[in-house]
């Protein structure tokens, strides 16, 4: 049974939250990272956990800098130097644990959707093994972006090239050579349906969905990032050009691909920044499919679509700065929606009548 006591020096009464189904969690203690104020707090697992407040309640202090460094070391993921807290229960439930932010999702420039979803290795077999391919004895390789033989040889597969201006901003210029293709003359000349290898490259998540509904290890990772509200995307855009929101999408929709890990904990702060509310109950369902593989996420959010379908909130302030650091109450969203102090529960309890009410 999960318990927490509502901080006491807050205005409200102190009490224990206990719910039957929730046998297992993750209890952080002591932590007393910046505004925090000693703070114990507990996250059950197998579940969808908020972590809500107003601006600079201590939100990212509690999850990014000390819950998410303690974990990592713990589990010798990574060693990052985190906020001071006294102990760490419940490691035992956690098999791994993975911060989805929303960094870039490529590492070089030829990064794009179809090599970062590891499509591109399937859709490269396609076009060496048609006819026309076989003839001139061409490779999967040749149709690499990475390596010479089939890229164009004076971008390097990138389609454009950078002119330093000095003391000004760099211009991007279309590659002369391949005319923004990417790809030697030659090698376009290789077809499958019609489509060439930049035919391909240029098409939207939507369009090689129906272009390739007979390759189910492309069609499946393409579904995933419909889902996420990517349908839009192109699969050879340059990862550089995602923003932060939508590289966080990709990041999601590849580990719902591997989803069949048990026991990992994601954490993830903010996603749905930039989001019409549509794509935002597309992502509670990619989220709800990962606790459905057997996984915890826990959520820094102010989004009420989110807070309001999850599973258990934790609300932090009540005010910003040296006025917050403290959790104001923790519970169901309905439970936290009846809360006094809580600067969340008014928003909270609009959105739950509003979603009762049909509106």
């Known amino acids: 049974v999960v318990g927490y006591d509502v901080q006491p020096d807050v205005g409200v009464s102190q009490?224990?939250?206990?719910?039957?189904s929730y046998r297992y969690a993750l209890e952080l203690r002591g932590a007393s990272g910046h505004n925090l104020k000693n703070l114990n707090v507990k996250f059950p697992l197998n579940r969808i956990v908020t972590v809500t407040g107003v601006s600079g309640s201590g939100k990212s202090t509690l999850i990014s800098q000390t819950l998410y460094p303690a974990i990592a070391q713990a589990l010798r993921v990574e060693y990052l130097q985190g906020q001071p807290y006294e102990e760490l229960r419940g490691l035992?439930?956690?098999?791994?644990?993975?911060?989805?932010?929303?960094?870039?999702?490529g590492k070089t420039a030829r990064s794009n959707p179809a090599t970062y979803l590891k499509i591109y290795d399937a859709i490269r077999e396609i076009f060496s093994s048609t006819h026309e391919a076989k003839l001139r004895g061409y490779t999967p390789g040749t149709f690499s972006l990475n390596v010479d033989g089939g890229r164009c040889p004076m971008c390097k597969g990138l389609g454009y090239e950078v002119v330093n201006m000095m003391f000004m901003d760099d211009v991007i210029l279309t590659c002369d050579a391949c005319d923004g293709k990417k790809f030697r003359r030659e090698i376009l000349e290789v077809t499958y349906k019609n489509k060439n290898i930049s035919d391909i490259l240029n098409m939207t998540v939507a369009e090689a969905m129906?272009?390739?509904?007979?390759?189910?290890q492309i069609r499946k990772p393409l579904s995933l990032l419909k889902e996420v509200g990517l349908d839009y995307i192109r699969l050879g855009q340059s990862a550089s050009t995602l923003s932060g929101g939508e590289s966080q999408r990709f990041k999601i929709a590849r580990e719902f691909i591997s989803a069949q890990k048990k026991s990992t904990l994601y954490i993830l702060d903010e996603p749905t920044t930039g989001l019409h509310p549509w794509d935002v109950d597309k992502l509670m369902l990619q989220l709800r499919g990962l606790v459905a593989a057997g996984n915890t996420v826990v959520?820094?959010?102010?989004?009420?679509?989110?807070i309001g379908s999850a599973d258990w909130v934790i609300d932090m302030g009540p005010g910003a700065g040296a006025a917050g650091g403290k959790v104001v109450c923790a519970g169901t969203p309905q439970e936290v929606a009846k809360n006094k102090v809580s600067r969340t529960a008014p928003f909270l309890k609009e959105w739950l009548i509003n979603r009762t009410c049909g509106l």
């Open 299 to 306: 959520v820094v959010e102010h989004d009420m679509g989110v």
């Open 210 to 216: 129906e272009f390739f509904v007979a390759y189910p």
């Open 15 to 20: 009490r224990q939250v206990e719910i039957d």
């Open 92 to 105: 035992d439930y956690i098999g791994g644990v993975l911060f989805i932010d929303q960094s870039p999702i």
